[in-house]
């Protein structure tokens, strides 16, 4: 398993944070991130964030190439202005294949059953729903937000929370880390820290993603931990997690709970669920 842990800020481009690392074997490593946001139309924030996304990762990999070192040494005789006509060509491609998501996304099926649970305010209703679903995979809960916004009026917040494990100050950590299993850690800047520790750090790091759909007094939230949608938590048992606004808990409170080290929210229902 291939895992990547960034610890400094990342620059903002379109909607994505981008950085480019240098790691200590030489390679660079493009890196990009989704960043929180609050009470948005999913729908605009995902297709700007995928144009956005492609357009950078075209651009870059296209200045990698001999084409593009000739026509740069030469770029006074073209009869047009380089960076703009690859930027038009990237936007182009990127604007196609955010439309062909977007269609792969609205034609997943997602269980009626979902769509049922933004109808009530019961708790009864949302825990019997939300157990009747055999299992939620990404682009089913890509559906089910678009559709929540689209059709129900239901705006989409989502936030990020890692925590470094006890011990590790993560002043000491790489700017970045790329960890598989079966080779060597890769990182980015200096450290003092050895090789074991910064394995440790990454196995044992908390990182929790919620994703809430909001509508006046009303939501609902899923949220998964890396343990969660591996299947670390529960013997194998891959799943993502569901509350909502019925379940006596405020939102606040469980905003507060998932941005803090240890979140209990014991009321909380398990789906099974696969990350694609």
């Not at 870059?60 to 000739?70: D, F, G, I, P, S």
């Not at 050895?194 to 994703?211: E, F, L, P, V, Y």
Request: charged share 25%; hydrophobic share 35%.
């Amino acid at each position: 398993m291939l895992i990547l842990l960034v610890i400094s800020n990342l620059q903002q481009t379109s909607f994505m944070r981008y950085q480019r690392f240098s790691m200590n074997d030489g390679s660079i490593l493009n890196m990009y991130k989704q960043p929180d946001v609050q009470f948005v139309n999913p729908i605009s924030l995902s297709f700007q964030n995928i144009v956005g996304l492609n357009i950078h990762m075209d651009v870059q990999r296209y200045k990698l190439t001999e084409q593009y070192r000739v026509f740069k040494k030469h770029e006074q005789l073209l009869e047009f202005d380089l960076e703009s006509k690859i930027h038009k060509v990237a936007f182009e491609h990127a604007i196609e294949y955010a439309n062909k998501m977007h269609k792969e996304i609205f034609e997943t099926h997602v269980p009626d059953d979902m769509f049922e649970i933004l109808k009530s305010t019961k708790k009864r209703i949302h825990e019997k729903l939300i157990k009747r679903i055999p299992i939620l995979d990404t682009m089913m809960l890509e559906h089910f937000i678009f559709s929540a916004y689209r059709d129900h009026g239901f705006s989409y917040s989502t936030f990020t929370t890692e925590n470094i494990s006890a011990g590790i100050d993560p002043r000491k950590m790489p700017s970045a880390v790329l960890y598989d299993e079966k080779k060597e850690i890769l990182s980015s800047g200096d450290t003092a820290l050895t090789d074991g520790q910064i394995k440790m750090a990454i196995q044992q790091r908390n990182t929790i993603i919620a994703k809430f759909v909001d509508k006046g007094e009303q939501w609902h939230c899923f949220f998964y931990t890396m343990g969660s949608i591996t299947g670390k938590e529960h013997d194998g048992y891959k799943h993502i997690h569901y509350i909502s606004h019925s379940f006596g808990v405020s939102r606040e409170e469980v905003v507060l709970q998932l941005k803090s080290k240890r979140y209990h929210l014991k009321s909380a229902i398990s789906i099974p669920y696969n990350r694609n």
